[in-house]
């Protein structure tokens, strides 16, 4: 179904249908608002990296969170904008910290 690169465990695997968390955070963070509620399919494990949020305020990092590739649909992302292209897909790279289980909703 999909490609694991890091062989570290995480909560999720490729295949599980995952929502991104629709938080309002008044600090940097690396999940764009388009994707927040929507959900997806997990189909990739990056591999752990450097916390971008912690970073981004001169923290360390640490510890390192999971990177997952996550598929949408371009309909579900962007609504009967993208309705002629009903195949078309969008990946994006979401953090761990901001991926929910479809079904904890």
């Known amino acids: 179904m ?3 690169l890091s062989a570290a465990p995480g ?3 490729p295949g599980d249908t995952v929502v991104i968390r629709s938080d309002s ?3 940097h963070h690396r999940t764009p608002w388009f994707i927040k509620g929507k959900t997806g399919v997990v189909r990739a494990v990056s591999g752990p990296f450097h916390n ?3 970073r981004a305020h001169g923290g360390t990092g ?3 969170r999971l990177l997952y590739q996550v598929e949408f649909r371009q309909t579900d992302v ?3 904008v993208r309705a002629e292209n009903r195949a078309d897909v969008l990946l994006v790279d979401v953090y761990e910290q901001w991926l929910e289980r479809e079904d904890s909703q």
């Open 25 to 27: 955070v008044p600090h």
């Open 11 to 13: 909560l999720f695997e």
């Open 2 to 4: 999909g490609v694991t």
């Open 78 to 80: 962007w609504g009967g």
């Open 52 to 54: 971008p949020e912690s």
């Open 62 to 64: 640490a510890p390192k």
